[in-house]
């Protein structure tokens, strides 16, 4: 079993800046993807951005230039540097991991951490 926790959330204004961090602990091995995820009310879960072992970095279109996703295998931590926040980012944003074990892929998600963005 893996264990996701999530920092850093909070309520800033248009254009303000939040550091999103996840570490993970528990039964950690064979770990291909760690990334974020968000979902706003009404919406589905989408993807913000992830990043494989070998460095494969992929991002929504609506957040390219302003979220960098950065990850440290040793550690098995992941974070995400959310810049120019916008209203639209307003979501609960999760957690992600992804272990590629023999019977199958499994997926974790943090609790998840709010993120508000408001005048």
């Known amino acids: 079993q893996v264990q996701l926790v999530e920092s850093g959330g909070g309520l800033v204004q248009p254009g303000g800046s939040l550091r999103l961090s996840c570490a993970a602990s528990?039964?950690?091995?064979?770990?291909?993807?760690m990334g974020w995820y968000r979902q706003a009310p009404g919406n589905q879960r989408e993807l913000v951005a992830t990043?494989?072992?070998?460095?494969?970095?992929n991002y929504a279109d609506s957040v390219k230039g302003r979220f960098t996703i950065s990850r440290d295998n040793n550690k098995n931590t992941v974070s995400l540097q959310m810049n120019s926040l916008k209203p639209e980012d307003t979501a609960v944003y999760y957690c992600n991991l992804e272990q590629d074990r023999l019977a199958g892929r499994r997926d974790y998600w943090g609790q998840g951490t709010q993120v508000t963005v408001s005048s």
């Open positions: 990043r494989t072992n070998g460095g494969f970095t």
């Open positions: 528990g039964s950690i091995f064979a770990i291909n993807v």
